[in-house]
């Protein structure tokens, strides 16, 4: 019943920024929070930012002060504004939704890449 519509990501220098967006689409949302993972080579896939129905925000210490995730008026899309960009920012970010019942939806991942 939910369906996720992730955009944004792609090349920049180190210090630059992007916009990710990710849309939630259902009949019924039961939203408990959404937000992204992020996967690089060789490493585990790591929660970078969350945002609960309520507004919570959840971001992980390597993006702090840097990174900041929103909504729309709506509470269905969320964008993860990301600034002063740094090489070890770069992977493949998943856009997730967790529902009221604990399942996860994941966005299909957009490369990030900042190069130095």
């Known amino acids: 019943q939910v369906q996720l519509v992730e955009s944004g990501g792609g090349s920049v220098q180190a210090g630059g920024s992007l916009r990710l967006s990710c849309a939630a689409s259902g009949r019924w949302l039961n939203i408990n929070a959404m937000g992204w993972h992020r996967q690089a080579p060789g490493k585990q896939r790591e929660l970078v930012a969350s945002?609960?129905?309520?507004?919570?925000?959840n971001y992980a210490d390597s993006v702090k002060g840097r990174f900041t995730i929103s909504r729309d008026n709506a509470k269905t899309t969320v964008y993860l504004q990301m600034n002063s960009l740094k090489p070890e920012d770069t992977a493949v970010y998943y856009c997730?939704?967790?529902?009221?019942?604990?399942?996860?939806?994941w966005g299909q991942g957009t490369q990030v890449t900042v190069s130095s």
């Open positions: 997730y939704f967790l529902g009221v019942d604990l399942n996860l939806k």
């Open positions: 945002i609960t129905s309520a507004g919570t925000t």
